[in-house]
T-cell receptor
Framework: GAGVSQSPSNKVTEKGKDVELRCDPI?????LYWYRQSLGQGLEFLIY????????KSGLPSDRFSAERTGGSVSTLTIQRTQQEDSAVYLC??????????FGPGTRLTVL | KQEVTQIPAALSVPEGENLVLNCSFT??????LQWFRQDPGKGLTSLLL?????REQTSGRLNASLDKSSGRSTLYIAASQPGDSATYLC??????????FGKGTRLSVIA
């Protein structure tokens, strides 16, 4: 079947604008993760959804970041009032519980 | 707090050579360990997943080992090819938690 998809693949925005990034996980996967990969940095965990449980938001860097997952499937990561340090590749992954995580191609965000 | 370290940070080898990439982690209480490949500007491709009860996994020219008690894993690539050039990432899973990643080893295989 189809893998994890993300949109847009690239996003250029001006400082202070809000952006929304979308993730479509593999059908049937109960867990969904958002990670961020900044230039020269490793992958940084942002937020984690597991089934109907409350999300683990412990990795969100500030209150400008939020995410939701509708109907246990599609997820949207929203960044409000973007800053230049938000520029990074945002990766989404899905899995069945503790099984292999499958990653999407990512969204490259550039904040000018 | 789990920390994952990968050595070396970068590696350049001639085509045909066998090579080993190293990964170490500080907390041995893991469910599994996963090796990924990342090509420039691309997402992550899962290569091998080793459950905590396993010692190794093989896929084609790749072999990954796990020594959970000592907090170490290695990825062995046999008969390297220029197409193997990429960044290789190691990540550990401690249960229903996000993966903790190392910073990767950037591999260049020279023809």
């Amino acid at each position: 079947g189809a893998g994890v998809s993300q949109s847009p693949s690239n996003k250029v925005t001006e400082k202070g604008k809000d952006v929304e990034l979308r993730c479509d996980p593999i059908s049937g996967h109960t867990a969904l993760y958002w990670y961020r990969q900044s230039l020269g940095q490793g992958l940084e965990f942002l937020i984690y959804f597991q089934g109907n449980s409350a999300p683990d938001k412990s990795g969100l860097p500030s209150d400008r970041f939020s995410a939701e997952r509708t109907g246990g499937s599609v997820s949207t990561l929203t960044i409000q009032r973007t800053q230049q340090e938000d520029s990074a590749v945002y990766l989404c992954a899905s899995s069945q519980s503790t099984d292999t995580q499958y990653f999407g191609p990512g969204t490259r965000l550039t904040v000018l | 707090k789990q920390e994952v370290t990968q050595i070396p940070a970068a590696l350049s080898v001639p085509e045909g050579e066998n090579l080993v990439l190293n990964c170490s982690f500080t907390d041995s209480a893991i469910y599994n360990l996963q090796w990924f490949r990342q090509d420039p500007g691309k997402g992550l491709t899962s290569l091998l997943l080793i459950q905590s009860s396993q010692r190794e996994q093989t896929s084609g020219r790749l072999n990954a080992s796990l020594d959970k008690s000592s907090g170490r894993s290695t990825l062995y690539i046999a008969a390297s090819q220029p197409g193997d050039s990429a960044t290789y990432l190691c990540a550990v899973n401690s249960g229903n938690t996000p993966l903790v990643f190392g910073k990767g080893t950037r591999l260049s295989v020279i023809a």
